[in-house]
């Protein structure tokens, strides 16, 4: 298996696109002013970043207050910079293929932040960094309660979303909701890893919301859909196709009948 590296061709298309469409590109640089600045999680809230908390190896994110409608992600200068191109490019690249997929489902109850790749300094020791739209998210209490009286259309977007994009069974902190009551998926860095469906949010969705996202996937594995896969992650020659993991729960009997038939059942980039 050949290693995978973000190329050249690569970078400037999302440079380009970046200029195109983030308004705020060219505002940016004053932020950007100390070379050291990416050198601890100290040193990027010394230059007036709010930051959330996070374990030592995460990624830094933090919000400033002359860009309040957006986030900044960034690793320390310690990481090595080609693992950090590549981890940024799967990130950007999982938010534009859930934006897409949602607008083409036409989905209405989840959402995805866009996300961009910026280009620092010359003389930073790390050249890039992810600047993400914010969105307004409800506190984790109400989370909690929008998950125990989620309703039967947005169970079927979420498990549909689930399906396509593995990797985003995640934690309580990954699929907040929204103020608006939407569910965010704000973390795109293990999109395109299989993981079982419902890996994490499954324990937090009422008895009967989890059956109902069983006949989702049931479905949808049944019509031939397919994960999405990542540009940017290897994967070897006997894992290219999608295999249904062993589900020892009771199959339901019940029709797929939540959404009518002219809903696209492939996911995007299913072969």
């Not at 600047?131 to 998210?137: K, N, S």
Request: net charge neutral.
């Amino acid at each position: 298996m050949s290693h995978i590296r973000v190329t050249a061709d690569q970078l400037q298309r999302e440079l380009s696109e970046t200029a195109r469409t983030l308004s705020i590109a060219p505002q940016l640089s004053a932020l950007f002013t100390d070379r050291k600045m990416f050198a601890s999680y100290d040193h990027f809230g010394d230059e007036g970043f709010r930051l959330v908390e996070h374990a030592e190896h995460k990624i830094m994110v933090g919000r400033h207050k002359s860009f309040p409608g957006y986030v900044f992600k960034k690793y320390s200068n310690d990481k090595p910079e080609e693992k950090q191109r590549l981890n940024y490019m799967r990130r950007i690249e999982g938010a534009r293929l859930l934006r897409a997929f949602i607008a083409e489902h036409d989905f209405e109850h989840v959402v995805a932040p866009q996300k961009w790749l910026y280009e620092l300094p010359q003389d930073f020791p790390a050249r890039y960094l992810v600047v993400a739209e914010g969105l307004d998210l409800a506190s984790d209490d109400e989370a909690w309660r929008n998950y125990g009286r989620i309703s039967e259309e947005q169970t079927y977007e979420l498990a549909t979303v689930l399906y396509c994009f593995r990797g985003l069974n995640s934690s309580a902190a990954n699929l907040p909701f929204t103020e608006d009551g939407r569910i965010a998926f704000i973390d795109t860095e293990r999109w395109a890893n299989d993981k079982d469906f419902l890996r994490k949010v499954g324990d937090r969705l009422p008895r009967d919301r989890r059956e109902l996202a069983k006949e989702i996937y049931d479905e949808l594995w049944s019509r031939g859909a397919r994960p999405m896969r990542s540009t940017f992650k290897l994967v070897s020659r006997g894992a290219q196709d999608f295999e249904r993991e062993e589900d020892t729960s009771p199959s339901s009997e019940l029709p797929f009948s939540l959404q009518p038939r002219r809903r696209r059942s492939r996911c995007f980039g299913g072969r």
